[in-house]
């Protein structure tokens, strides 16, 4: 499979979803074969695999070397706890669980169910925040950005739903222009 097309298992009852063999663990998880390159939008939405679901906690989702895509929904309120990505993938890299771009340059998805930390600093260098990049993350109090973050670095609905109290922009003096529902 290089392919999984938009709402693939849509109207399906799936509630696990294990993409490679001979990985056994007890921990709900998303492994990508190797060989899969792209997750096209909404792909796992199903009646009981939304975004807005609950029920659908997932400890880690690895991204194979191959990975080079996925579409909107397809990691935005999955309820993950870390991202692991393969060190020889073009496209992906993670920092202690948390997704960006390889270049270090985006960061696309802080996990929602990461474990707590009082503080997360964005890496530095970062330039953009992408969209829902923040959204539901319920596991720290306080963000702050880089001083690198461009003037419309800040994507829609990048801190929607999120649980933070502080958010700091001291850093982020480039910011000029704040997103649709940022929080």
Known sequence: VSVINSYAFGGTNVKNILLIENKK???NAIYISEGLRRIENSAFETEDWTFRSESNKLERVELPASFVYYGEDVF????????????????FSSIDGVLYDKNLEQILRYPPLRA??????IY??????????FYYMKSCEKITLPDTIEANGIGKYAF????????DMSNAKNVTTISDGMC
């Open 25 to 27: 663990d007890d921990v």
């Open 76 to 91: 935005r309120g999955k309820h993950i706890g870390n991202f692991f990505v393969s060190e020889e993938n073009t496209a």
């Open 116 to 121: 707590y930390v009082e503080e997360y600093e």
């Open 124 to 133: 530095p260098g970062v330039f953009q925040i992408a969209d829902y990049a």
């Open 160 to 167: 929607y739903q999120a649980l933070i109290s502080h958010l």
